[in-house]
């Protein structure tokens, strides 16, 4: 069985998908995976699913909620389920079941690894597939800090992601390839610079200097604008070799917080 929940929660078993339809038991679930292998007390659970004013019976509706879930879990041939009640809460167990944000952080570290080695090509390779399990926005109007920590933990995760996949593309000299992807990824995240001084260095190497220094213009006119600050150092940096043509100082890109310009 694989649990999904980079996106909203769905369950694949023997080739079929199985979908929650009532939104409580939905979180519910949701709630146990992120938690998955460890007890996540009662009062947790009704916080997720109900918020700071739970109803009056909020414990009766609960334990009906687990019932739920529980069968929905159930599979023929399986003895019981993952779900287990123990105080003060409920666990699930994921046993040999898979579930998807495990195998997005396992990718990321194997990539991250190969990338520091110096092995673009199989680090490119596990975040390509990292990615590709994200599947969209999870849950809407969550209540507690849970679901809340989880999704914030999965944008900032993703953005991370993207960044190492396009420094490692840049590494094995994929700058063509990797244009548009930038164009991309600084208009959906405007403020974050390091998009900006990767689509700034991507532009430079494929001949187009001209572009790279209007895009220094760009992220510096979003950042005066939307948080009255100037851009960081290294993109100031990058911004002045280019605009003296120091190639000699340029290097490689070498990552977020890393030096691009050479001190020799």
């Known amino acids: 069985?694989?649990?999904?929940?980079?996106g909203p929660l769905r369950v694949v078993d023997g080739g079929e998908t199985y979908t929650i339809?009532?939104?409580?038991?939905?979180?519910?679930?949701?709630?146990?995976?992120?938690?998955?292998?460890s007890v996540v007390p009662a009062g947790e659970l009704m916080k997720e699913i109900w918020g700071d004013v739970p109803p009056r019976r909020a414990s009766a509706g609960l334990h009906v909620y687990i019932?739920?879930?529980?069968k929905f879990l159930q599979r023929p041939g399986r003895d019981g389920g993952p779900v287990s009640t123990r105080s003060p809460g409920y666990v699930l167990q994921l046993g040999s079941d898979e579930l998807d944000s495990r195998r997005f952080e396992q990718l990321m570290q194997q990539g991250r690894a190969h990338a520091r080695?110096?092995?673009?090509?199989?680090?490119?390779?596990?975040?390509?597939q990292a990615l590709a399990l994200w599947r969209g926005p999870q849950l809407d109007?969550?209540?507690?800090?849970?679901?809340?920590?989880?999704?914030?933990?999965?944008?900032?995760?993703?953005?991370?992601?993207?960044?190492?996949?396009v420094e490692s593309r840049l590494a094995l000299g994929r700058h063509r390839e990797t244009v548009n992807d930038l164009v991309r990824l600084t208009t959906e995240h405007p403020l974050r610079e390091t998009f900006h001084q990767q689509l700034m260095l991507t532009l430079h190497r494929c001949g187009r200097r001209a572009d790279a220094l209007r895009q220094y213009q760009v992220a510096r006119r979003l950042l005066d604008e939307e948080l009255g600050l100037p851009p960081c150092r290294a993109l100031q940096e990058l911004h002045q070799a280019i605009l003296t043509a120091d190639d000699d100082r340029l290097e490689p890109w070498s990552g977020p917080g890393q030096p691009v310009l050479s001190r020799g």
């Open 141 to 165: 109007e969550c209540h507690g800090p849970v679901l809340q920590g989880f999704q914030t933990w999965l944008r900032e995760a993703r953005l991370e992601c993207l960044e190492m996949l």
């Open 1 to 6: 069985m694989r649990f999904e929940i980079m």
């Open 67 to 70: 019932s739920h879930v529980r």
């Open 21 to 37: 339809g009532a939104r409580k038991i939905e979180i519910l679930l949701t709630v146990l995976l992120v938690r998955a292998d």
């Open 117 to 128: 080695a110096g092995r673009h090509e199989p680090a490119a390779a596990d975040f390509e």
